[in-house]
């Protein structure tokens, strides 16, 4: 059983930068793809970016040039950061493992696991 907790969401300014971190419990992450998806209010969940085992990554052209992920294994961690803010990402962020050696996608259903998810709120 995997695990995942996210924080640091919150309000933050359109143009300004957050750092989201999901903490991974019940297997060490260089063993899991993570991916990071949102959900705006009536939408569907969007696809924002993954980093694989070897930590390869890949993001959605939505944050596509203003998104990062980064990996502790030691504190077995992964975070997203995002500049450069507009409102359209207000969302809920959630992160997910994928526990198949081959996976690491952008699609939502190949994700095992999910966090409880973290508001993310950018003012106009």
């Known amino acids: 059983q995997v695990h995942l907790v996210e924080s640091g969401g919150g309000l933050v300014q359109t143009g300004g930068s957050l750092r989201l971190s999901c903490v991974v419990s019940?297997?060490?992450?260089?063993?899991?793809?993570i991916g990071w998806f949102r959900q705006a209010p009536g939408k569907e969940r969007e696809f924002v970016g993954y980093?694989?085992?070897?930590?390869?990554?890949y993001f959605g052209d939505p944050v596509k040039g203003r998104a990062s992920l980064s990996r502790d294994n030691a504190k077995n961690t992964v975070d997203l950061e995002m500049i450069s803010l507009k409102p359209e990402d207000t969302a809920v962020y959630y992160c997910?493992?994928?526990?198949?050696?081959?996976?690491?996608?952008?699609?939502?259903?190949?994700?095992?696991?999910w966090g409880q998810g973290t508001q993310v709120t950018v003012s106009s």
């Open positions: 997910a493992a994928d526990v198949d050696a081959l996976g690491g996608t952008s699609r939502r259903e190949d994700y095992d696991y």
């Open positions: 019940g297997r060490t992450i260089d063993s899991l793809h």
């Open positions: 980093i694989r085992r070897s930590a390869s990554g």
